[in-house]
């Protein structure tokens, strides 16, 4: 046979091998002069012979025999083709068909390496379920009906295996960099920071998407900072900045993997996020019981007011406190301390009764917490509290859910890849809620105050608002008297009347505040002044008992339109304003040639009255980014194995005081 080129020819010899039930390979290449090849030899696949090999096994320094299948048997056949100079074409020089093996049936021959083929469009879903947290090894059952399709398990993650070498072949860090920096061309409210040592290895990473920003803006009065999440290939903890929505939902204000949970690396990542919130500190952060973290918040955070994490400390209870397991009662006592106390001396005074009675005075743990019971204890302080508690509560469920989108070996690249799929899918739970506060409506309303609730309150804010106007029905007023402008009442349950709570109130502006403060601490009304409502009648919530945070007409999205004082609107928000009116207006650069003359012509005519009166950027002066990335900065290098509580520093270059020296920061936003 002659062939047009050495392609053909090994096309030819396949198609013959795939149809008789064996593989090929190439086993030698004889070159020519100038770079070209005289001849080639293809084989069966089962020629040659398998030579043994031995590894060495690392916890009995031993070399031990590798248990392995081989399909080679010496097998003979073969097709040599050679190329002829005067006729200038290839042909079969030395062909043999002598197998000394059975051949492939069939039925089996999908299994022969050679013969699998893995299409684009399975290589591409692949990819999205791996992004997606689905197991892709499913890929292959979804698509095993289409024709040409024919691979395996094996061969999907053997795909990801090579994707991620491809997109590796800078590192890990710089991948990661890239990527970023990417993301912030197609939106540049996406911000990002990296900060690295003396070697040009990343120790810290945080980035916020834009979304994130906006909701800061709206939601961020109180913030949890959880670092008890890692999962990723250099055990790096991850560290989240949550609040809450008026959905109830947890939002997220940004992410950083951290190389160590030291004093400087939380300071590092305090003003990063800062920095990127434009300077607005939150009202309140709660954390968990970190030393690290307290000391970071007060220097970063002077003003803010700084909790603990109430469900993390009392989830302690049964592990520290050997009584909880008794059935002695003493959990659900200290609960209804820590949770329903009235004033600070009524928590104290429940205190010391339950100490005494299960004799725990000499317990240090205890001892210690009572301590710091002004941090941790919501009696000392109510303020929006609860939107905390709220975020913390969930914090195991999230993680689980994260669970499903990343694993032990995942890289950066693919971390944040993932993380932000994750983001998503919270983002299309929000949409959905969103909608169901927007168009549905509750069918049983009994009241006008209800009435108003409804419309008022997203759909979760109103179920608890209903709950408590539920309650105000059977509550007992006593009218103790006046105070000035504000008649005080004394109001209880028929079902608990020892507990009796002091209300003030102002009949006429219905102003006033009760002594549970329920609505400093969720911003919801509580039950003893709805019930004094409910009994004059009072038809509408007052406005300033109405926080917007839990409001449906809060602006969060992405729908945001200038409001007639731009003053009013900060910076990131008119950004986004103006990218999505110009995101908008692409899709019609392709209409017509006359809409793209519109398009171009108007935004150059506004460019030109900007420039006159402001004049061009390059006359006025700007401050440079302080610490911009620099094109000659040498390629990240990868984070090392994180040094994490608990770990040895046995990877990472430290101080004497064990802190990981640090060379520059590096920021990149426009």
Request: charged residues 30%; glycine residues 6%; positive net charge.
């Amino acid at each position: 046979m002659e062939f047009i080129s050495l392609e053909k020819a090994e096309e030819v010899y396949k198609a013959f091998a795939k149809a008789n039930g064996f593989t090929v390979r190439i086993r030698n290449t004889r070159p020519g002069s100038r770079g070209s090849i005289t001849s080639r030899q293809f084989v069966c696949s089962c020629q040659g012979f398998w030579q043994e090999k031995k590894e060495k096994d690392l916890a009995t320094t031993k070399e031990q025999e590798r248990r392995t299948l081989t399909r080679r048997c010496g097998c003979e056949a073969t097709l040599v083709v050679k190329w002829d100079k005067k006729k200038k074409i290839w042909f079969a020089y030395k062909f043999s068909n002598n197998h000394n093996h059975v051949m492939v049936s069939p039925k089996s021959k999908s299994y022969l390496p050679a013969n699998k083929s893995m299409p684009v469009v399975a290589k591409n879903l692949v990819e999205k379920f791996n992004e997606s947290g689905l197991p892709i090894g499913k890929v292959p059952t979804i698509l095993g009906n289409m024709e040409g399709v024919n691979f395996s398990e094996r061969d999907c993650y053997n795909h990801m295996r090579d994707k991620r070498r491809k997109d590796l072949v800078l590192g890990d860090a710089q991948a990661v960099a890239e990527y970023c920096r990417r993301k912030q061309t197609e939106n540049p409210n996406f911000f990002y920071a990296i900060d690295c040592d003396k070697e040009d290895r990343m120790i810290n990473f945080f980035w916020v998407e834009a979304r994130g920003r906006l909701y800061y803006e709206k939601f961020g009065d109180v913030v949890v900072f959880d670092t008890t999440y890692r999962t990723n290939k250099y055990e790096m903890p991850l560290a989240n900045f949550v609040g809450v929505n008026n959905h109830l939902q947890s939002i997220f204000f940004g992410c950083a993997l951290l190389q160590d949970e030291q004093e400087e690396s939380f300071v590092w990542l305090f003003k990063t996020w800062l920095e990127a919130m434009h300077g607005k500190a939150p009202v309140s952060i709660l954390t968990d019981q970190d030393k690290a973290i307290g000391n970071a918040v007060k220097r970063v955070f002077p003003d803010t007011s700084h909790r603990l994490c109430l469900w993390h400390i009392t989830n302690k209870f049964p592990k520290k406190i050997g009584i909880c397991k008794t059935g002695s009662g003493f959990q659900k006592e200290i609960s209804n301390c820590i949770r329903e106390s009235i004033s600070p001396e009524a928590f104290e005074e429940g205190w010391k009764a339950i100490i005494e009675k299960y004799k725990l005075e000499s317990d240090t743990w205890l001892n210690e917490l009572y301590e710091i019971r002004h941090s941790w204890i919501p009696v000392y302080n109510r303020t929006i509290f609860f939107a905390g508690m709220n975020t913390t509560q969930r914090s195991e469920s999230m993680h689980s859910f994260f669970d499903s989108f990343v694993n032990n070996g995942t890289t950066l690249r693919e971390f944040v890849i993932k993380y932000e799929k994750a983001l998503e899918c919270r983002y299309l739970d929000e949409q959905d809620e969103q909608f169901v506060s927007k168009y549905k409506f509750p069918t049983k309303v009994k009241s006008p105050l209800e009435l108003h609730g409804a419309n008022v309150y997203t759909r979760n804010v109103f179920k608890l608002f209903q709950d408590e106007l539920n309650e105000g029905i059977y509550m007992r007023t006593n009218e103790l008297g006046i105070d000035g402008a504000y008649t005080i009442y004394e109001v209880s349950c028929f079902r608990k009347p020892e507990r009796k709570y002091i209300v003030h109130i102002n009949l006429d502006s219905l102003e006033g505040w009760c002594q549970c403060h329920l609505f400093e601490f969720k911003g919801i009304l509580c039950r003893h002044i709805l019930g004094i409502f409910h009994k004059r009648d009072v038809e509408e919530i007052p406005a300033h008992f109405i926080l917007p945070r839990w409001t449906k007409e809060v602006i969060y999205d992405m729908n945001i339109s200038l409001p007639s004082k731009v003053d009013e609107l900060p910076l990131i928000l008119r950004n986004m304003v103006f990218y999505r009116m110009v995101n908008h207006l692409s899709t019609y650069l392709g209409a017509s040639e006359e809409t793209y003359h519109l398009i171009v012509d108007s935004v150059e005519e506004i460019y030109k009255k900007v420039v006159a009166i402001e004049g061009p950027i390059g006359v006025k002066k700007v401050e440079a980014p302080r610490h911009q990335e620099q094109t000659e900065h040498a390629p990240l290098q990868d984070p090392a194995l994180s040094q994490t509580k608990g770990r040895k520093k046995d990877s990472a270059k430290v101080s004497r005081k064990g802190r990981i020296m640090r060379k520059y920061y590096l920021q990149v936003e426009d």
